[in-house]
């Protein structure tokens, strides 16, 4: 199975042409059932939230937000419970520069973007395509079998280390499709 990552923002005739015959699936908030499911801003309930016994959160963004820390604010346990998919974003235009992500929601440690990437954004979306999203994961595996899949995101950086852009989920579900998550 060959799976590949391109950006949402291609149009059709492009992606035919760059992948011919390949299934292509959007996997971000705007796509459809049920590949909006692998969406870290889909609302699954009971994620866990790293470094925080007995607390789950709706979504993968909503912990990813929730544990931001900003000049102007600290943590925002309300990120936890959003069940839209909208009105996750904090944003530095509002609370001033990010000085990090705080080690769960009452540690004391503040992670740099890389570190958070690592400790609690990848554990926590790959939780989410373990248990919650598993059958649109066996789905992508056996559409797999017959062709090759084209997921379609708004970024499609797949390299954690590389801060510069954010980080690509979709290129994490094709880590994870092909056994090498980072």
């Known amino acids: ?15 035919a042409k760059a992948h011919p015959g390949a299934a292509v699936v959007d996997v971000t908030s705007k796509g459809p059932q049920p590949w909006v499911r ?12 790293p470094f925080t016994p007995d607390v789950t959160a ?10 931001k820390v900003f000049d102007g604010e600290d ?21 001033g520069a990010v000085r990090g992500h705080r080690e769960g929601l009452t540690g004391t440690r503040l992670l740099g ?13 790959r939780w989410v395509l373990e248990h ?7 789905a992508l595996k056996e559409l797999g079998g017959t062709r090759d899949v ?3 995101d708004y970024t499609t950086n797949g390299d954690v280390a590389d801060l510069a852009t ?10 994870h499709l092909e056994d090498r998550w980072p």
């Open 1 to 15: 199975m060959a799976v590949h990552v391109a950006s949402r923002r291609r149009g059709a005739a492009w992606l």
């Open 38 to 49: 692998l969406s870290p801003f889909y609302p699954h309930g009971g994620i866990p939230v």
């Open 58 to 67: 709706q979504s993968v963004e909503g912990v990813w937000q929730a544990l």
């Open 75 to 95: 943590v925002d346990p309300g990120k936890l419970d959003v069940t839209r998919m909208a009105g996750l974003k904090r944003t530095v235009r509002k609370s």
């Open 113 to 125: 973007y890389e570190e958070a990437r690592r400790a609690i954004y990848l554990p926590t979306y």
């Open 132 to 138: 919650r999203a598993a059958p649109q994961v066996a």
């Open 150 to 152: 084209v997921l379609l």
């Open 166 to 175: 954010p980080l690509s989920h979709a290129a994490l579900i094709a880590a």
